[in-house]
């Protein structure tokens, strides 16, 4: 059972990016408005609508949405604002050819970490610079159509986060470069944004070796808010989506650590944030939900009855096509 989240003044709740799978031919449709619109409220700073492809990028699995311009994005940006909510959207793509594990412990870790080289390598410069531009051009969409937070998802295996981390791209000072231009031009216009990165791929050996110096360079980058999640999908989804205590227990603690080392920077935790762990957050450590929303759509005025590890909701390891929550009924999302 989750506890009820207490927070001070000064602390922040993030709806966390999901994709949902609420598609029609890769258009979001009314399901996926509907779903925003009974979670968005007072109470929750930011809804950052999740894992929505840059135009001309590659989806994570069929059911992901590409960002256009149709008007059904300003649609459901206006939808979260409306309910008293930050509308926010997070830019992803994984690149062609890309097959998501439905096992949550995927192939053998080195293995992952080596194609993740290898594919960077081939990208070369100037596919480096197409995909950032790509990036740009989504960022500014975005914005036309009414959202107010932009997140760049650099984590969880990903194209963007393989680009970033020195220990995979040789060049990743020059993506930085690029993405520390792109969160200074939003906050020139007053759009808030986020970066999401993995505080662990899931390979020790790799994890083990700079992990410390990763998170300290992201954490010196202008974005607003560094997204702290862990794992990455086609090594171990456990990471991703912690519901084992010690696994839960790594999470709080990784993230609290390097809220530490940088005091004067804002961070989202997310990890299934519960009331006996607001005392250890640091002031900067902001809280991010998910699961538990997704279950209930009022978790926040309801707060013990949130998601109970039911599994329904990873529709994609399930081999189905869109959310469902096994509590609440699809019904009710």
């Known amino acids: 059972m989750t506890n009820a989240i207490a927070t001070s003044s000064t602390r922040r709740i993030f709806f966390l990016g999901v994709n949902t799978g609420y598609v029609t031919k890769g258009v979001p449709d009314d399901r996926y408005v509907d779903f925003y619109q009974r979670r968005a409220s007072p109470q929750i700073y930011c809804a950052i609508v999740g894992n929505v492809v840059v135009p001309g990028g590659h989806g994570s699995n069929a059911s992901t949405p590409t960002l256009t311009d149709r008007s059904i994005w300003a649609k459901i940006a206006s939808a979260i604002a409306e309910g008293g909510t930050i509308p926010g959207i997070q830019l992803a793509t994984a690149w062609e050819g890309y097959v998501g594990t439905r096992k949550f412990i995927g192939a053998e870790p080195h293995h992952v970490i080596a194609a993740a080289r290898h594919l960077i390598n081939e990208l070369d410069l100037a596919g480096t610079a197409m995909a950032l531009s790509a990036f740009d051009e989504a ?15 650099g984590a969880h295996g990903y194209l963007l986060s393989l680009m970033i981390d020195s220990r995979i791209n040789p060049n990743a000072e020059k993506v930085l470069d690029r993405l520390s231009s792109l969160a200074e031009r939003l906050a020139s216009d007053g759009i808030e944004s986020s970066i999401r990165i993995s505080l662990r791929t899931g390979d020790v050996g790799f994890d083990a070796e700079g992990a410390y110096a990763f998170q300290n360079r992201i954490a010196s ?20 989506y912690p519901s084992r205590p010690k696994i839960l227990s790594s999470r709080l603690q990784e993230s609290r650590a390097i809220a530490l080392r940088f005091p004067h920077k804002a961070f989202i935790f997310s990890g299934r944030a519960m009331l006996n762990d607001e005392g250890r957050f640091p002031a ?4 991010g939900l998910c699961r538990d929303l997704i279950a209930n759509p009022h978790f926040l005025s309801n707060p013990h009855n949130g998601c109970q590890n039911r599994n329904k909701c990873h529709y994609f390891s399930r081999g189905e096509d869109h959310l469902t929550c096994a509590l609440w009924g699809e019904s009710n999302t």
């Open 139 to 153: 960022a500014r969409m975005a914005v036309d159509h009414g959202f107010r937070h932009v997140q760049l998802h």
């Open 221 to 240: 980058l202008p974005f607003d808010y560094v997204d702290l999640s862990s794992g990455f999908y086609n090594i171990d989804k456990r990471l991703i």
């Open 284 to 287: 900067n450590l902001h809280i």
